[in-house]
C-alpha cells in the first residue's frame, strides 16, 4: 500500500491532521486485577488521556490559524466512541473508530501496527499529532511504534509547532528537553508527539457538542483493514506481561540521632549491614 | 430530584458545570476582592456558545429557551453569583430584541450578542424610578430621522462594559407610562457616557454603573417596536428574565449549600462530626427542601414560558420571589453553620450571604412581586 505523503502544498498550508488518541479511566491510581493482570475499569469514568487533550487543541489551533481538517482516531472498545465524540466538540472534523475483537489484548506494538493500518486507509495527511503517552499505561511508545510503521519521522516531547515551513513541506518544532529544548526540522508528513507545555486546552462549545451528537463515527473492524493477523491482538503482541503490581507504599525512613561523629559511626554500621 | 431534561438541555447543564467548575470558582473570590470586570471568563462563557444559548437560531443562537439560560444561570451562580450576573444581564438587555426587535434590528444585533463578542444591557432604573418605574425622566425627543436623548440612568448592571443596551425614554410625557419608548443605543454613540461605578455588598464582579445621556443623538430606526410601548418591551423582558434572576438565587442557595454540607461532614466538634447531631442534620434538611422547592418552581415556570404560554407574570414573579428568599435564608443559615469560619472571608460562606441579598431586591424588589401575585389573585376572583 502506498500512502500519498503531501509535501507539494505550496499555495496554500491547509493542513490534514490526524490525531491518535485513547480513552482511558479517569484516575491517578490505576487499579489493577492481580490475576490477569488488567486494568479495572469498572466504576472508574472514562476520559481521553490528557496528554491527548494537548493533541487535539493543538490540531483545532493549526486548522483554525492554516485551514485543513482534523480526522480523531483511536482504537478500542465500542464505548471509546463517547472520547471521539467529545473530541469532535472540540472542534475535530472527523473520527474513526478502530474497533474488533481480533484487536482486543493489543500491546503497543500490535496497537500502533494497527493504527497505521488505520492511517494508511486513511491515506493523505500531513501530521499525525499524539499525546506524549496515555495516563494508564504510561508507556510513550505507541506514537512513536505509528510513525515507525508508515515509516515517517517522528518527533517526541514536542512542546511548540512552528508550521511556518510547512508550505515547503516542513515542519519547525521545539523539543523539551530535561534542561532547555531542541529545535528540530523534519519534513511532512511526520508524527508529532506533545507534552502538556505546547498550549492550553479550550473547553467544548455548546455548538461543537451538538455538531458532535449528531456526527457519524466511522468504525473500521478487521474487515476493512485487512491486517497481517500475526501483528494484531493479542497473538500479534510480542510483550507478555509476567506481573503487574501496585508497588508497597514506602515505609518511613529511619531518623539517626545524636552527636555527629555517633551518627557517622552508626550510619557507617548499618550501611555494612544491608550490604 | 429528575426533572426530566431534554438532552440537549443535559448537554447545556454539564457544559456550563464543567466551566462553573473550572474557569468561575477559582477566580470567584479574586473578582469578588477586586470588583474588576470578568472579561477572561465571558471570553469563556463566549467560545463555549453560552451567550448563543437564549438566542433563535436564525440569528446564530442556538434557539434554546429560557429554562437552558436558568440552567446555565444557577450552575454558574453555584460558583459566583457576581460573575453569572454579567452572564445573565446580557441576556436581560438581549431578550427586548428577541421579543420586539424588527428584522433589522434583530440582524444586526443578536449574531454579536450570540457570540458573545458583545454583551448587551437593559437601563430603565433612574434615581427617583425606582420601583415606581412609570416617574422615569429620561426623554426621547423625535427631529427628524433621529430621537434626541437626555437623562440618567443608574444601578445599570453591565453598565460601561456592555456595547449593546436597552434604554427606555419618555416620548410623551403627558401620557405618564403610555409615553415611554425603547430604544437600542450601542456604546460610543456621541453624548452617551458612563458615570460613578458603584461599590456592592454582593455580586462585586459585576458592574453596575450610571448612564449619562446628554442630547445623544440616536437614528430612528433604534427605536423598538412603536412609540409609547416601552413599559410593554419592559414588562415582557421581567416575565421572561424573571426566571432568570430566580435561577441565579438557586444557584447561590444551592452553592452556600454545598458548602454547608461538606463543613458540616469535616467539622469536628465534642469529639464527632457536627453533620452527626440532629440541630445541624435538621437545619440541612430544611435548607436542602427549600433549595428543591424553589427548583421546582423556577423550572416550572421557565419551561412555561417556553412552552408559550402567555401570561406568566404570576408565575414569574413567584419563582423570582420565592428563589430569592429561599437563597437569603438558605446562605444565612450556610454561614451559620460554619460558625465563626462562616463569617470570614478565607471561607466562601459570607460571599454567598453577600451575593443573594441583590436577588430579593432588583428586577422588582420581592414586595413588588408579591403584589403582582396579589393583583393576579385579585383579578382572578374578580370574575
Known amino acids: 500500500m502506498t500512502i500519498d505523503y503531501r509535501p507539494d502544498c505550496l499555495n496554500s498550508i491547509n493542513m490534514n491532521i490526524i490525531v491518535c488518541i485513547k480513552q482511558v479511566p479517569e484516575t491517578t491510581e490505576v487499579r489493577i486485577n492481580p490475576e490477569t493482570n488488567t486494568l479495572i475499569r469498572e466504576g472508574v469514568k472514562s476520559i481521553i488521556n490528557p496528554f491527548d487533550m494537548y493533541a487535539i487543541e493543538e490540531a483545532v489551533r493549526l486548522k483554525e490559524k492554516f485551514g485543513g481538517k482534523v480526522t480523531v482516531i483511536t482504537m478500542g472498545p465500542p464505548q471509546a466512541e463517547t472520547a471521539l465524540r467529545e473530541a469532535l466538540s472540540l472542534g475535530c472534523d472527523e473520527a474513526i473508530l478502530v474497533c474488533d475483537r481480533a484487536f482486543a489484548g493489543s500491546d503497543t506494538w500490535a496497537t500502533s501496527y494497527t493504527l497505521s493500518g488505520a492511517i494508511k486507509k486513511i491515506g493523505t495527511f500531513d501530521l499525525i499529532l499524539c499525546g506524549k503517552q496515555a495516563s494508564d499505561g504510561d508507556t510513550a511508545q505507541v506514537g512513536p511504534g505509528i510513525s515507525t510503521h508508515l515509516d515517517i519521522p517522528q518527533v517526541t516531547y514536542v512542546k511548540k509547532i512552528d508550521p511556518a515551513l510547512a508550505c515547503k513541506g516542513w515542519v519547525r518544532v521545539e523539543r523539551m528537553m530535561e534542561e532547555g529544548f531542541e529545535i528540530i526540522e523534519t519534513p511532512l508528513p511526520c508524527l508529532l508527539t506533545v507534552v502538556k507545555e505546547i498550549n492550553e486546552p479550550r473547553l467544548p462549545s455548546l455548538k461543537g457538542m451538538m455538531r458532535a451528537k449528531a456526527a457519524k463515527i466511522t468504525t473500521w473492524t478487521q474487515k476493512e483493514l485487512q491486517l497481517d493477523e500475526q501483528n494484531i491482538g493479542l497473538c500479534g503482541s510480542p510483550t507478555q506481561v509476567i506481573k503487574i503490581f501496585t508497588p508497597p507504599q514506602r515505609t518511613g525512613g529511619q531518623i539517626l540521632q545524636g552527636e555527629a561523629s555517633d551518627i557517622a559511626n552508626k550510619l557507617a554500621e548499618l550501611l555494612k549491614n544491608e550490604i | ?383
Open chain 2, 1 to 383: 430530584m429528575d426533572y426530566l431534561l431534554t438532552e440537549e438541555q443535559k448537554m447545556v447543564r454539564e457544559l456550563a458545570r464543567k466551566i462553573a467548575e473550572d474557569k468561575v470558582r477559582p477566580v470567584a473570590a479574586k473578582y469578588d476582592a477586586s470588583e474588576e470586570f470578568p472579561w477572561d471568563v465571558l471570553k469563556v462563557l463566549a467560545q463555549s456558545d453560552l451567550f448563543a444559548i437564549f438566542v433563535p437560531a436564525e440569528y446564530g443562537g442556538t434557539g434554546g429557551g429560557v429554562l437552558d439560560l436558568c440552567l446555565v444561570t444557577e450552575e454558574l451562580s453555584r460558583a459566583c453569583g457576581g460573575i453569572a450576573v454579567c452572564y445573565a444581564a446580557s441576556a436581560l438587555g438581549t431578550f427586548p430584541i428577541i421579543l420586539f426587535g424588527n428584522e433589522e434590528q434583530k440582524k444586526k444585533y443578536l449574531p454579536d450578542l450570540a457570540s458573545g463578542k458583545k454583551i448587551a444591557a437593559f437601563g430603565i432604573t433612574e434615581p427617583e424610578a425606582g420601583s415606581d418605574a412609570s416617574a422615569i425622566k429620561t426623554t426621547a425627543k423625535k427631529e427628524g430621522d433621529y430621537y434626541i436623548l437626555n437623562g440618567l440612568k443608574h444601578f445599570i448592571t453591565n453598565g460601561g462594559d456592555a456595547e449593546i443596551y436597552t434604554i427606555i425614554a419618555m416620548t410623551d410625557k403627558t401620557k405618564g407610562a403610555r409615553g415611554a419608548s425603547a430604544f437600542i443605543v450601542e456604546k460610543g454613540t456621541p453624548g452617551f457616557t458612563f458615570g460613578k461605578k458603584e461599590e456592592k455588598l454582593g455580586i462585586r464582579a459585576s458592574s453596575t454603573r450610571e448612564l449619562i445621556f446628554t442630547d445623544c443623538k440616536i437614528p430612528k430606526e433604534n427605536l423598538l417596536s412603536k412609540e409609547g410601548m416601552g413599559f410593554i418591551v419592559t414588562m415582557k423582558t421581567f416575565d421572561m428574565s424573571r426566571p432568570g434572576v430566580a435561577a441565579q438565587a438557586l444557584g447561590i442557595a444551592q452553592g452556600a449549600l454545598d458548602v454547608a454540607v461538606k463543613y458540616a461532614k469535616e467539622r469536628q466538634q465534642f469529639g464527632k462530626s457536627i453533620s452527626s447531631f440532629q440541630g445541624i442534620q435538621w437545619m440541612l434538611a430544611d435548607m436542602a427542601t427549600e433549595v428543591e422547592a424553589a427548583r421546582a418552581l423556577v423550572y416550572s415556570c421557565a419551561r412555561e414560558i417556553d412552552s408559550g404560554v402567555k401570561d406568566v407574570a404570576r408565575d414569574s414573579a413567584m419563582a423570582k420571589m420565592y428563589a430569592s428568599d429561599v437563597a437569603m435564608k438558605v446562605t444565612t443559615e450556610a454561614v451559620q453553620i460554619l460558625g465563626g469560619y462562616g463569617y470570614m472571608k478565607d471561607y466562601p460562606a459570607e460571599k454567598y450571604m453577600r451575593d443573594a441579598k441583590i436577588t430579593q431586591i432588583y428586577e422588582g424588589t420581592n414586595q413588588i412581586q408579591r403584589n403582582i401575585i396579589a393583583l393576579q389573585l385579585i383579578k382572578e376572583t374578580a370574575k
